[in-house]
């Protein structure tokens, strides 16, 4: 089944910002889903390099915005 790409990376940061949280280094998300589909929110620019020990990523300013907007259109 081939999945669309944009609807993928829509919903993952819908769902990330369910989880968000600000402390001293930015919004952040757990990021407890598939890598690869993390990889594509990077590339997106949407999240900082999500490799690392942390169990969580950071959003970046553009994605702090994108997520709430994809929380309203698929989440509510």
Known sequence: MSLNQDKVAEVAMALLSLTMFEDGSGHRAWKGMDWDVLEDLFNRGWIHDP??????????????????EFQARHLQ
């Not at 490799?51 to 709430?68: C, M, P, Q, T, Y």
């Open 51 to 68: 490799k690392g020990k942390n169990k969580s990523v950071v959003f970046s300013d553009e994605g702090i915005s994108k997520a709430l």
